[in-house]
């Protein structure tokens, strides 16, 4: 895990500077994780402090940007064989190794300060998401398909964090959020790795079940989403919500089936792109299902 100098950095201006931090840190994606969090804030607390959600957001963007950071400065030199990560601020030589590993440093010990704010277990939450993705997740990805699950445990976090951050401790509610969004996973990045296969495939990136666009992998694909339809019901189950979350989250991971089952006929990249489309559609509509639900 080696942070040296691999090409030179070119002058930039503000703006094109500021557009190349966007890319660092996944701009679109990190706003996703801080909305999760901010979903899991809400549905567990039982009255909303403004200043917990400010503090709340800031520290969940600055840890997730961070992680973000660390992880492009460790593939830098991977990306520069895929055709949609060549770009990137570190392969492109926009920015510095040095610069970027020391800002993701920086937001990362801030974040985490943030979350402590809040109440310790949310800045140890904070810590271990970092940990995991920067030194579980990212060096696996090259080593084995089981990165995707190693992967999904930080990933699984943000609205576990969000309840934690709203109530000050772990509980029955905080695991079923944390579930939920551990299985939603699969299906999400197991259907962005079929579609970018030959990008993975030139980096080492073994993200792909079974490594290959076959019917074995489109068949696990399609179980992914069986499980996650499945999980729909936990929550009543549990009495962390009611009919309306069993029925919502039930019609969300239904839509899938179909784009899965022509996955599987077809092999067709056009339905792992609906797979993924729709798995954004059920990260924010089955949040707020929740939230709906816990205040009707």
């Known amino acids: ?114 979350l402590w704010m809040l109440n310790p277990l949310s800045g140890i939450l904070g810590l271990l998401a970092i940990a995991m993705y920067v030194a579980l997740y990212t060096p696996l990805k090259r080593v084995s398909t089981i990165s995707v699950l190693v992967g999904a445990f930080p990933g699984a976090i943000p609205p576990m964090l969000g309840w934690v951050a709203a109530t000050g401790s772990f509980s029955l509610e905080a695991g079923i959020l944390f579930a939920l969004q551990f299985v939603w996973q699969f299906p999400h990045f197991w259907a962005i790795a079929w579609r970018v296969n030959d990008d993975y495939t030139k980096a080492g990136f073994k993200m792909l079940p079974f490594g290959k666009k076959n019917l074995a992998t489109a068949s696990l694909i399609f179980i992914s989403v069986l499980v996650l339809l499945v999980m729909g019901i936990t929550p009543e189950i549990f009495g962390v919500t009611g009919r309306l979350t069993t029925v919502g989250l039930t019609i969300l991971s239904g839509l899938m089936i179909y784009p899965a089952v022509k996955l599987m006929q077809t092999r067709d990249d056009k339905f792992a792109l609906r797979i993924l489309l729709l798995s954004y559609l059920y990260l924010i509509l089955s949040l707020t299902i929740i939230l709906i639900d816990r205040i009707v």
């Open 1 to 114: 895990m080696a942070f040296t100098e691999t090409s030179k950095i070119t002058s930039l201006t503000f703006a094109e500077r500021v557009s190349c931090y966007m890319q660092l840190f996944k701009f679109k994606l990190t706003a996703f994780v801080v909305i999760s969090a901010v979903f899991g804030y809400f549905i567990g607390a039982p009255s909303y402090n403004f200043s917990e959600v400010v503090i709340l957001m800031i520290g969940g963007f600055l840890v997730t940007s961070s992680s973000n950071a660390f992880n492009q400065a460790i593939e830098r030199n991977y990306d520069k064989l895929m055709k949609r990560t060549a770009n990137r601020p570190l392969p492109s030589g926009k920015l510095s190794v040095a610069e970027a590993v020391s800002v993701a440093s920086v937001f990362g010990l801030i974040g985490v300060g943030l």
